[in-house]
């Protein structure tokens, strides 16, 4: 079946360094979607990705679709304290909502 | 944009009592909702697929008796822990997509369940 790892389960970074999430599949994701969790608080829709090769920008936080829509990344320059949380992403081949195992992300200030 | 609420967010409940945790789509019909289970640092895992008018369809190795859902309306699915026991305690978060395909996923507030 398919199967899509997240790495790094945990991410320990200075305040200012930049961080990256990575989500990779074995097989072809029609699209993808990501996630931000802060501690206590429920999912927060992110971002989504279609296309193949596709790049999307929010302020800090870049997001990728690699060209054969099986990895995607996340990532963040310079890093806040404000960006403390689990991101996650998130794929519905089959309509289901199925989550990665999540990225913590701490931030030292 | 569209609101999805989770009514309770926190319950403490005896070992053998039922607790009943809904979710409602405040602005928006959905036909599917999602229920999830999330430990402590740990990702969602879904638990259910909760179908308006139909049969709710369970990941494997959720207990179906246990777990009951029930999806009435297109704004209202309700997720039931029968014979609470303290290993059922946990994170139970609901979702619900919006209209049309491939579109964002929004979530109840959660509901953190203490069974004592």
């Known amino acids: 079946g398919q199967q899509v790892m997240q790495i790094p389960q945990y991410q320990h970074v200075q305040e200012g360094e930049d961080f990256t999430t990575y989500c990779n599949s074995s097989t072809t994701l029609s699209n993808i979607q990501w996630y931000k969790q802060r501690p206590g608080g429920h999912p927060v829709f992110l971002i989504q990705?279609?296309?193949?090769?596709e790049v999307k920008k929010q302020k800090r936080l870049t997001f990728q679709f690699g060209e054969a829509k099986k990895n995607s990344s996340l990532h963040i320059t310079a890093t806040q304290t404000t960006d403390v949380g689990t991101y996650f992403c998130?794929?519905?081949?089959?309509?289901?909502?199925?989550f990665g195992q999540g990225t913590t992300l701490q931030v030292k200030p | 944009g569209a609101v999805v609420s989770q009514h309770p967010s926190r319950v403490i409940c005896k070992s053998g009592t039922s607790v009943k945790i809904e979710c409602r789509s405040l602005?928006?019909?959905?036909?599917?909702m999602f229920w999830y289970r999330q430990f402590p640092k740990q990702s969602l895992m879904l638990m259910a697929t909760s179908n308006e008018g139909s049969k709710a369809t369970y990941e494997q190795g959720v207990e179906k008796d246990k777990f009951l859902i029930n999806h009435a309306s297109l704004t209202l699915s309700t997720l039931t822990v029968t014979s609470a026991h303290p290993e059922d305690s946990s994170f139970y978060i609901c979702s619900a997509r919006g209209t049309g395909t491939n579109t964002e996923a929004f979530f109840g507030q959660g509901t953190r369940l203490t069974v004592v």
């Open positions: 998130e794929w519905g081949n089959t309509g289901k909502l199925i």
């Open positions: 602005d928006f019909q959905a036909t599917t």
């Open positions: 990705l279609v296309k193949s090769g």
